[in-house]
């Protein structure tokens, strides 16, 4: 298959055209002509390589009415993505070769994007014992991220044992940083609106206190570290520690924790509720500043789909979690490029380059050159819309941003130069 794409701006600078044959960029260049060529008119749009997503949840296997690999899977390419981490807190968890090659094959059947499944750490999820990292390393899936993600390896010396085991295996542990003894029955943010709102708080010192002793215990034995869904400012200040000390730590954010405030609990509606939950203003702008600077290496969606009955209940009953595939990359647009924060290229740094890079993609987070795989996607950063729920191609419809006007829509999306979103559109 060959496409000409005309006109498009990579990385936001001059507009030139671009030749993608064979799965790979071809030329390019001004004034192309290829005959026969399939022609994508991109005047006006952004090129830029494919996303990568380092946490999503697509509940396959298990929760299927919640989300399959195949609908997420969309979701995520309709949102420019071209490939997402599948995270293991699936029925069964993903803690053996056999489910995580069942996650990678229900991938490369859908087609759409790479989903690449993250192996548990710890058997069950439990906490207890190290799951079998080298099967799972060493299966198909070839995993190389590894967390008990929705649990927090609470356990030091199992969490420094996982670490210098996931080493040798040339992976990284991803750790969800709470300390579960202080958010028992946490619902919320801990602060004055918690208390105003009688909602048990959710301190920010139980996320920190956990960064702190695993970048300890990451230097120490010389493993890499990556920390999920960062939402703290004292977070973003031990990350920054750390990495002035040589810890090999990366660090995420996700873009509700970018966007969204605490102060959307106000009405008690359940769509608003995540863990870790939406802190304060000031922690939203540490958050900014640390995805500008690089202290955070990432965005990740922590796209997490529920079924209504588990999310449309009282707030206190209701599951934590928010969709984020689709609106991603117009969140960034919104909270980073518009005031100035990252450009173009700074985008497609912590929302490709080095997500592929912390999960030892290969293919993936390539610059847009001649000779490199044809993953990447077209943006009118022009175009604002408001998000509708019921448009979304997720299973479920749990939308923080619904009502809201974002900007910018991916018009089109490439898998290995095959188009998996033309004309804002699924292909299948």
């Known amino acids: 298959m060959t496409i000409l794409i005309k006109g498009a701006r990579p990385y936001g600078k001059?507009?030139?055209?671009?030749?993608?044959?064979?799965?790979?960029?071809?030329?390019?260049?001004?004034?192309?002509?290829?005959?026969?060529a399939d022609v994508v008119e991109a005047a006006g749009?952004?090129?830029?390589?494919?996303?990568v997503d380092l946490h999503t949840h697509l509940r396959?296997?298990?929760?299927?009415?919640?989300?399959?690999?195949?609908?997420?899977?969309?979701?995520?390419?309709?949102?420019?993505?071209?490939?997402?981490?599948?995270?293991?807190?699936?029925?069964?968890?993903a803690d053996t070769a056999g489910v995580v090659e069942q996650v990678w094959r229900l991938g490369q059947q859908a087609g759409l994007v790479d989903v690449v499944p993250v192996g548990a750490?710890?058997?069950?999820l439990r906490g207890e014992r190290l799951a079998?990292?080298?099967?799972?390393?060493?299966?198909a899936a070839r995993v190389r991220v590894f967390s008990d993600d929705g649990h927090c390896v609470a356990d030091p010396a199992l969490m420094r044992r996982a670490l210098e085991y996931v080493k040798a295996l040339d992976g990284v542990v991803a750790q969800h940083a709470e300390?579960?003894?202080?958010?028992?029955?946490?619902?919320?943010?801990?602060?004055?609106?918690?208390?105003?709102?009688?909602?048990?708080g959710w301190p920010a010192a139980a996320e920190e206190a956990v960064i702190a002793r695993d970048v300890l215990l990451a230097g120490h034995v010389g493993a890499r570290l990556h920390v999920c869904h960062v939402s703290t400012a004292g977070s973003v200040e031990i990350l920054r520690w750390a990495k002035s000390r040589g810890v090999q730590v990366t660090a995420e954010v996700t873009p509700h924790h970018l966007l969204l405030t605490d102060e959307c609990a106000e009405g008690y509606d359940p769509v608003f509720k995540v863990n870790?939950?939406?802190?304060?203003?000031?922690?939203?702008?540490a958050l900014r500043a640390g995805l500008a600077d690089g202290t955070i290496d990432a965005v990740a969606t922590d796209h997490a789909p529920h079924a209504v009955e588990d999310k449309e209940s009282e707030w206190a009953s209701a599951r934590p979690g928010m969709l984020g595939l689709e609106q991603a990359l117009s969140v960034v647009v919104q909270t980073m490029v518009e005031p100035g924060l990252l450009d173009w290229r700074g985008v497609a740094d912590r929302m490709s380059v080095r997500p592929a890079a912390i999960g030892r993609l290969e293919g993936h987070g390539r610059p847009l050159a001649v000779g490199e795989p044809a993953n990447l996607l077209l943006l009118d950063p022009a175009h604002r819309a408001v998000v509708d729920p019921a448009a979304l191609a997720s299973r479920s419809r749990n939308s923080p941003y619904a009502g809201r006007e974002l900007p910018g829509r991916v018009v089109a999306t490439f898998l290995r130069g095959v188009?998996?979103?033309?004309?804002?559109?699924?292909?299948?």
């Open 179 to 200: 300390e579960p003894r202080l958010t028992e029955g946490a619902q919320m943010n801990e602060g004055d609106r918690s208390a105003r709102l009688g909602l048990a």
């Open 60 to 93: 396959e296997p298990g929760r299927e009415d919640a989300e399959t690999v195949e609908t997420g899977s969309r979701a995520a390419a309709l949102g420019g993505f071209t490939a997402v981490h599948a995270m293991a807190n699936t029925d069964p968890v």
């Open 276 to 285: 870790p939950p939406l802190r304060t203003d000031a922690d939203v702008q």
């Open 121 to 124: 750490v710890t058997v069950g």
């Open 419 to 428: 188009a998996t979103v033309m004309d804002g559109k699924a292909v299948k």
């Open 132 to 139: 079998e990292l080298g099967a799972m390393a060493d299966s």
């Open 45 to 51: 749009l952004v090129a830029l390589p494919g996303l």
């Open 14 to 36: 001059d507009a030139v055209d671009v030749l993608v044959a064979d799965g790979r960029i071809a030329a390019v260049g001004d004034s192309l002509t290829v005959p026969g």
